[in-house]
Each structure stands twice: as structure tokens, then as C-alpha cells.
């Protein structure tokens, strides 16, 4: 068996695996401690749903347990008796990749102190002749990290690098006092943003 998995599931299951001794059936248990095909995990899943039970398996041994992909398949495989569809393993892996990139990438800004409008200005948004406006969060459980009644701005795609960006709040550009900021050439304020390097994370192939 694999370090830390299926003893809970081997454990769960023998009551059941001795009710089937006794009334003369059979089921071998799999590389994994799942018992085929009584499997308290598939209790209420139709035969035909094994596939993608097993797809899950795979996915939460081989990301959150560590399990080599390869080594996973084949365990869950003889455990469940079924033949996994790799390719989506891997287009499931694929995107995992692309929306880790993603996030890393994204960042929030937040004005919570008040006003009628927002709007962002800087290098943030491509420089000091844009204006982006802010959106207000309305829900009660908030938007994206900000509070209700807060603006709140998503950015997306930045480079590491550093920018200097300043609030427009009812037509009057203003900083965020909690916020970095920096003094400009020019002597006037400006709030300031260092984006750090997101962490490798690589797809198969990259590797």
C-alpha cells in the first residue's frame, strides 16, 4: 500500500468485507486498500461513474499526496478495475498550470475610503493619461478582498517590476496613506507597487 493512504478505507470497509466472506462471495482488495468491487467509495456510484471516480483518485493522490502520476494510474486501475482516460489527466493538469500561473499574475487595489467614484491611474494601467475606473463591491461577504462599500480594482498579467500608480477619487487624484508610496521628480505622492518574480511552476512538457 501507498504510505498513508487506504488504511481509513480498508478500515471502513470490514464489516462489509466479512458480510460478503460469509455469504460465500469474494473481492480482492487493490494496491491501494480499496475493496473491488464494494468499495465504500463507490457505494452510490453507478458502475459506469467508476472512471471517473477513478480520474479523481488519481488527481487527489498524485496532487495532494505526491503520488507519482504514472504510479498512481496504475494503483487506482487494478484497485477500481478500470481503464483511466490519461489524456484528461493531463488536460486537467495542463489547465491546473495555466490558472497557477494566473493567479500569481493577478493582483487586487482597493480604496476604502470612501467617495462617489475611483479610478486607477500609472503604470498599472499603461500610464498617467489612462484612467481605469473601480467597481464598488455591493455584496454583504465582500468582493474579491474588498469590503462592501469599498472599490476595488483586478489586475491582471503584470511583469515583476516596480509601478507608481495614484487613486482618481471624485476627480482628484489622491494616495492610499496605508499603501507604499514614493515622492515623484516632481514632489507629489505617489503610491508604489514592487510585482516579485511568481514562483517556477511548470507543466510535463516544460519539465
Request: net charge negative; proline share 5%; glycine share 12%.
Amino acid at each position: 500500500p501507498l504510505p498513508g493512504v487506504g488504511s481509513s478505507a480498508a478500515s471502513s470497509s470490514s464489516s462489509s468485507s466479512s458480510t460478503t466472506s460469509s455469504s460465500g462471495g469474494s473481492s480482492s482488495s487493490g494496491a491501494l486498500g480499496f475493496r473491488q468491487p464494494s468499495s465504500q467509495l463507490l457505494l452510490s456510484c453507478d458502475e459506469g461513474a467508476w472512471g471517473v471516480v477513478g480520474l479523481m483518485l488519481v488527481a487527489w493522490l498524485h496532487w495532494h499526496c505526491g503520488v507519482c502520476q504514472a504510479t498512481a494510474v496504475q494503483c487506482v486501475s487494478q484497485a477500481l478495475g478500470v481503464t483511466l482516460n490519461e489524456a484528461v489527466l493531463s488536460e486537467v493538469q495542463r489547465l491546473l498550470v495555466v490558472r497557477a500561473k494566473e493567479r500569481f499574475s493577478r493582483l487586487m487595489l482597493t480604496w476604502a475610503y470612501g467617495g462617489g467614484s475611483a479610478e486607477v491611474s500609472g503604470d498599472l494601467v499603461g500610464g498617467w493619461t489612462e484612467r481605469v475606473a473601480m467597481r464598488r463591491c455591493l455584496s454583504p461577504d465582500g468582493c474579491l478582498g474588498a469590503s462592501k462599500g469599498h472599490f476595488y480594482l483586478e489586475l491582471k498579467g503584470l511583469h515583476p517590476g516596480r509601478y507608481h500608480y495614484k487613486f482618481i477619487i471624485d476627480n482628484n487624484w489622491d494616495v492610499d496613506p496605508e499603501a507604499p508610496k514614493t515622492l515623484d521628480s516632481s514632489g507629489n505622492w505617489n503610491n508604489v507597487l514592487d510585482v516579485t518574480p511568481p514562483p517556477s511552476i511548470d507543466s510535463l512538457e516544460e519539465q
